[in-house]
């Protein structure tokens, strides 16, 4: 291994808890074309065991670094070919751990324009520089005296070229810049004030009118906002150290570089002014807009982690199964569209209903439903959380009730609709559903949702989906990015059906893609369902190595080999027959059934190529072949008469469902068209520092209200068992104010994009905005 991949390879292994010999036998394997689901879950015996949260991690940093090393190697040769590196400096670049730290080393050698500090150069002041900084007993005026010319008309115009040039010096010294940087993140304030006449206009940000924090502290929801406000024009930002006692030590920091004595000798007066004009007019803004860059990029890195766990937390939401379920849309105006579609997912049917105002058509809409399923053997109904939400479940429930004994009643849930409508206007709906109105294939996506989230959710951009905060702020890039990577790893958690799935779900699946996934369709569709996991190989365009990648985390119901519905590697169906054999017993017996390995040892088939941690993932296969890893199927039951905010009242004990998790606390629906929130104080009876670890979007949870603010839609609830007063996380002032700016994106009524954050249908800037809003 040469230098460098061996420095990355060490320097990872010590970020993900590895061994450098594990990082780089997986470097080899994701530099070969492995992908991380594949490597994840069977070459364990290569990585040692490198879980995917490892796996990930590794490749985001092995990107990084190499970038790092390729611009260590182009500043070396920079250098050198100005000939100007010595063995010290080559060092130096050599030990930069981050590419701020080397751009602080190549600073002084880097091309730039000229500058005043060039000027005074080529007029001949640097050598009055030196002779002041090595007599300090002399006077600097007297000095300058001997450097005045045609280029330099007088002492003045001489000291301030010296000054010129010690100021770019200070400001281009990798040590002091790295040192005033770590004193700036322990000290430095971040100030938000008001643009004068912007008041009325940012009322939304009125909490930030006049703030102040410690740098280092402030949430990146708080910072989310202030960023936000800024970019809008409403507030300026200052990130300073506090002007009576900061700036002091930093300009000591800078007189400490110079080597000033407290003597009051005239050199060290004019090098003590020359320091605080280089603090004010040169690294106060360096540091400002390092520090400016480096909150911008750890308020992204939360708000981008934030919202990918809620969404892996929305794409592993408990399945309904494939049971004949009936979507509703709902509506007023517009009327509720209806769809409902088969075991399968296949739609069946559609109708456009008009229970309520202006039409009322209650009786026609009523026997529609009540045909549908009939006809259908509908079996759930899923009802859109958005607008006329409540009224609809009403008036299923009321027709529910009213049907003859003995008929069947579907289980009525009230599932989110965001993004729908997004997919309903999406070119794959229109290929999907070229005969049915947009309108109505949002009801076909509310249905197919409940009966598995995860295969229809996959057909909407992540970012639509809207359990995020300021999702629209942050890099779109490595947003983007993250989310893919989440939506790749629970795809391949959970398996995928190869006869059934869509193209846009198989897409996700390890070593596909689009183009292979949309191959896979075609010859299914027109050879028929494989009949077995070899049979992928003669789909065109997919050779070896994508097989190899993705034959693990397909599924094949009822095939010619059972091993095809597990997710045993077709790789490794030698040793699981060589298990089969050693049970004595046939080998579709035995899969299922937790007794028949019992009297095995998974070390006794361990052998060359198949390690022990193989061989204990394919006894558990055996036992329960292709299980699901998600949570079995709940829903929450909202309380009978409470429908609306005003019908809440202190106290209450209600069932909701977790929409969204932010820093700050959760956002639960309580069925009454306005998320109630949870703030993270009253998360449990316990500390709680980050909220994922009692809440997950999705949980079904028991909330007490705490605060009901009718005037504001705002509603304040508990899950402490102590009745949600007092508690052990005190909350200062600000504290309590903070997620007025934090409050996660979220879609509107069908996820609608709204066209800009804050607009319409979405979480905004606001927690105040976002209680405002209604879904």
């Known amino acids: 291994m040469d230098s460098v991949a061996d420095r990355i390879s060490r320097t990872i292994a010590g970020q993900i808890g590895a061994t450098p010999a594990q990082v780089t036998a997986t470097v080899g394997l994701l530099d070969g074309g492995a992908t991380v689901p594949f490597v994840a879950r069977y070459r364990k015996e290569v990585t040692g065991g490198l879980d995917d949260t490892q796996l990930r991690t590794l490749a985001d940093r092995l990107t990084y670094l190499r970038d790092l090393e390729s611009r260590r190697a182009t500043i070396l040769q920079s250098i050198r070919d100005q000939d100007k590196l010595t063995d010290a400096l080559a ?11 080397l751009e602080d080393i190549y600073l002084p050698y880097k091309p730039k324009r000229r500058t005043k500090a060039m000027i005074a150069r080529e007029n001949g002041l640097e050598p009055l520089l030196r002779a002041i900084m090595a007599d300090r007993s002399a006077d600097p005026q007297a000095l300058a005296q001997g450097y005045v010319s045609d280029a330099v008309p007088g002492v003045k115009e001489a000291l301030t070229g010296a000054r010129d040039i010690l100021g770019e010096e200070l400001s281009e010294n990798a040590a002091l810049l790295g ?43 708080r910072a989310l906002a202030i960023l936000r406000a800024s970019k809008e024009e409403i507030v300026t930002i200052d990130i300073a150290p506090d002007p009576d006692t900061g700036v002091p030590r930093a300009v000591g920091m800078i007189a400490a570089e110079l080597g000033l004595s407290g003597d009051g000798a005239p050199g060290d007066r004019w090098l003590r002014e020359a320091a605080e004009w280089t603090w004010r007019v040169k690294l106060s803004l360096t540091m400002y807009m390092d520090l400016m860059t480096e909150l911008r990029r750890r308020a992204h890195d939360e708000a981008i982690e934030v919202f990918a766990r809620n969404l892996k937390d929305l794409l592993l939401a408990a399945p309904a199964g494939a049971r004949p379920t009936l979507g509703l849309d709902p509506g007023l105006r517009t009327g509720v ?21 202006p039409r009322k058509d209650l009786r026609g809409a009523e026997e529609v439903i009540a045909r549908l399923i009939r006809t259908h053997g509908v079996e759930l109904i899923a009802i859109g959380n958005g607008t006329a939400s409540r009224e609809t479940e009403r008036f299923v429930a009321d027709l529910l009730g009213r049907l003859p004994d003995g008929a069947a ?116 569709d027109a050879q028929g369902a494989f009949a077995s996991r070899k049979a992928l190989l003669k789909v065109g365009g997919l050779g070896p190595k994508a097989f190899e990648q993705c034959a693990g985390f397909l599924r094949i119901r009822d095939g010619a080999e059972p091993l095809d519905s597990s997710a045993v590697h077709p790789e490794a169906y030698a040793v699981a027959r060589r298990v089969v054999e050693a049970c004595g017993r046939d080998i579709r017996s035995i899969m299922g059934d937790d007794s028949a390995l019992r009297g095995l040892r998974a070390e006794d088939f361990v052998d060359e190529t198949f390690g022990l941690p193989t061989v204990r993932d394919i006894f558990a296969e055996l036992e329960k072949p292709g299980r699901d890893p998600r949570p079995s199927f709940r829903t929450a039951s909202f309380a009978e008469g409470v429908e609306s905010i005003t019908d809440l009242k202190p106290g209450m004990s209600l069932e909701g469902t977790v929409t969204n998790v932010a820093a700050f606390g959760a956002f639960v629906d309580i069925g009454v068209h306005q998320d109630g929130l949870v703030h993270i104080s009253q998360l449990a009876d316990r500390f709680v520092k980050d909220p994922h670890e009692v809440v997950k979007a999705g949980d079904v949870v028991k909330v007490r209200v705490t605060e009901v603010d009718v005037p504001r839609n705002r509603i304040g609830l508990s899950m402490r068992k102590d009745g949600g007063a007092g508690g052990d996380r005190p909350q200062p002032a600000k504290e309590r104010k903070a997620p007025a700016k934090g409050a996660p994106q979220k879609s509107g009524r069908g996820g609608k994009p709204p066209a800009k954050d804050g607009g319409k249908g979405s979480f905004g800037d606001a927690l105040s905005e976002a209680m405002k809003r209604k879904r």
């Open 179 to 221: 040192r005033m940087r770590d004193f700036m993140r322990q000290e430095a304030m971040i100030a938000a004030r008001v643009t004068p006449g912007k008041e009325e206009q940012g009322a939304k940000f009125s909490d930030y009118f006049d703030h102040r924090e410690p740098w280092s502290k402030i949430p990146s929801h």
């Open 337 to 357: 569209k209806a769809a409902v579609v088969d075991a399968t997912g296949r739609l069946v049917e559609t109708a456009t209903l008009y229970p309520f105002a």
């Open 91 to 101: 060092r130096d670049i050599a030990k930069a751990e981050t590419k701020a730290a």
């Open 409 to 524: 009643r579907p289980t009525k849930v009230v599932v989110s609709e965001a993004g729908a409508s997004v997919y309903s206007a999406s070119e794959l709906a229109a290929r999907e559903f070229p005969d049915v109105d947009v309108s109505l294939r949002g009801a076909v996506s509310i249905a197919r949702r409940l009966q598995d989230p995860l295969a229809e959710l996959v057909k909407i951009e992540p970012q639509s989906i809207g359990v995020g905060q300021y999702q629209h702020d942050v890099d779109q890039r490595r947003l983007s990015k993250s989310l893919e990577a989440v939506v790749e790893d629970a795809v391949n958690a959970v398996g995928v059906d190869l006869n059934t799935a869509s193209a846009p779900l198989l897409a996700h699946v390890a070593g596909l893609g689009p183009s292979l996934a949309q191959s896979i369709v075609s010859h299914r």
